[in-house]
């Protein structure tokens, strides 16, 4: 078994972090997912009136579970979680960057 070196275990949490970032926004705010949210909406109501609303609609309650979902990932199937977080974590970047250089 190889020991990770010292950069390793800290890269990945950054680039998981990243990641969740990533796919609270791609969840919650990308028009490409916009025909689910509006048809969770339909079927449950309002944020105010449904809890799963609710949920797709909080970044905080959102990034619970991604991060969840990508530590589990990571942990099981660490190559392909890899090969998922890291175009995540990139596009991510890419989108934090274009907010802040762009002014």
Known sequence: MRTKDR???????LVDGLATYRLVKLVRDDRITEPAREAVEARHGTPEQSKITYL???????SIYAGAAL??????????????????ALSALTGLATVHLER
């Open 71 to 88: 530590t589990l990932a990571r942990r099981r199937w660490p190559v392909a979680t890899s090969l998922v977080a890291r175009p995540l």
């Open 56 to 62: 797709l609609n909080c970044p905080w309650c959102l």
């Open 7 to 13: 950069t390793e275990v800290p890269m990945a949490l």
